[in-house]
């Protein structure tokens, strides 16, 4: 029976993933967690799940099981702390490597972020100069695998923007963070309406992220064939790209609130809405803000390894996260 091991496995795309395999596959699941409690999409007492319960920074405590592990999906990731960030997304990743059987190991899915690659899928050279310590030590970590032993036993994923649970909480998958913002941003509508942005973005859906990785998974692994790569194949994650105008006037619809004529959003306007809003601003947000455009080329929906997307547009999206669609008319009662 085919071992898998999923690192961060109570998180959004952990779950999604975990999910997958079970419905889809035979596999044994190791799944990698620090809280059981928070497993909340499957359950800890299937007999194909054994949880692995620590911190990824302890793995040494996990030697055994990674020895006989036949594939490897690593969802876990860590921010906000610079140290943690470092030992979690650097020091962990290559520990964990050198403690996997290069003799049973048929593939490695290391999820890292599309933020740090370039339209082309190469690497971003302001990644490693004034990323945030998410974004840098993502970075160093991709430079390292790439030169790696075992990197063409690696496929690196980039997941866009990802969407994943319910605003309401009562789906059974952990909400992402951009679903959890769904809320919040709704209520900047009435000023959004007004603006228009020339900028653009892919997202995706985390069940669509597990329909990539589980036909990864379950399939026999294979060289990399994507051009202008080396050995580690890079996938980014995502739909097909969508302008901002286009996605805050989906919001506006899913909403009910009207659209009205754009004022664009010139470098000093952008400048004083910064200085008038609570916003924080960093070297890495003035760096998107000039960039704009994070589009990618190929961009790769699970359409392209012959399976069907969740969802494709932002509607399906929206009706997915259970946020209220007020733009809806409402059906008369009959007498």
């Given at each position: 029976m085919?071992?898998?091991?999923?690192?961060?496995?109570?998180?959004?795309?952990?779950?999604?993933?975990?999910r997958w395999?079970?419905?889809?596959?035979?596999?044994?699941?190791?799944?990698?967690?620090?809280?059981?409690s928070k497993l909340t999409a499957v359950a800890a007492d299937h007999p194909r799940i054994r949880l692995l319960v620590g911190d990824l920074r302890e793995t040494d405590r996990f030697a055994a099981e990674l020895s006989t592990v036949n594939r490897v999906i690593h969802t876990a990731t860590a921010w906000g702390d610079p140290e943690r960030a470092e030992q979690v997304n650097v020091v962990a990743v290559k520990r964990m490597l050198q403690l996997l059987d290069p003799t049973v190991l048929e593939q490695v899915i290391y999820f890292s972020t599309a933020s740090i690659l370039d339209r082309h899928l190469r690497p971003l050279p302001e990644a490693l100069a004034?990323?945030?310590?998410?974004?840098?030590?993502?970075?160093?970590?991709?430079?390292?695998?790439?030169?790696?032993?075992?990197?063409?036993?690696?496929?690196?994923?980039?997941?866009?923007?990802?969407?994943?649970?319910?605003?309401?909480?009562?789906?059974?998958?952990?909400t992402s963070y951009l679903t959890e913002g769904l809320a919040e941003a709704s209520r900047w509508l009435w000023l959004a309406r007004w603006l228009r942005a020339d900028a653009s973005f892919h997202f995706i859906h985390a069940e669509d992220i597990a329909r990539i990785c589980g036909q990864f998974a379950t399939r026999a692994h294979e060289a990399n064939r994507e051009?202008?790569?080396?050995?580690?194949?890079?996938?980014?994650?995502?739909?097909?790209?969508?302008?901002?105008?286009?996605?805050?006037?989906?919001?506006?619809r899913w909403r009910g609130v009207g659209r009205t004529p754009g004022i664009p959003l010139w470098p000093w306007l952008i400048e004083a809405l910064i200085?008038?809003?609570?916003?924080?601003?960093?070297?890495?947000?003035?760096?998107?803000?000039?960039q704009r455009h994070f589009i990618h080329d190929p961009v790769s929906a699970p359409e392209r390894f012959g399976r069907t997307s969740h969802a494709v547009t932002l509607e399906t999206v929206l009706s997915d996260s259970g946020l209220p669609n007020r733009g809806k008319p409402r059906a008369t009662r009959k007498v």
């Open positions: 085919t071992r898998i091991l999923v690192t961060g496995a109570s998180g959004c795309v952990g779950q999604y993933v975990s395999l079970l419905e889809h596959s035979e596999a044994e699941l190791l799944l990698w967690l620090r809280d059981p004034y990323g945030t310590e998410y974004i840098q030590t993502k970075a160093r970590c991709l430079q390292d695998l790439e030169e790696h032993p075992l990197a063409s036993r690696i496929i690196a994923v980039f997941p866009t923007l990802v969407f994943g649970g319910r605003v309401d909480g009562t789906s059974p998958f952990p051009p202008g790569q080396g050995a580690l194949r890079r996938i980014v994650m995502g739909q097909r790209a969508i302008s901002v105008d286009d996605a805050v006037a989906t919001m506006c200085r008038v809003l609570p916003i924080e601003v960093n070297a890495w947000d003035r760096f998107s803000i000039r």
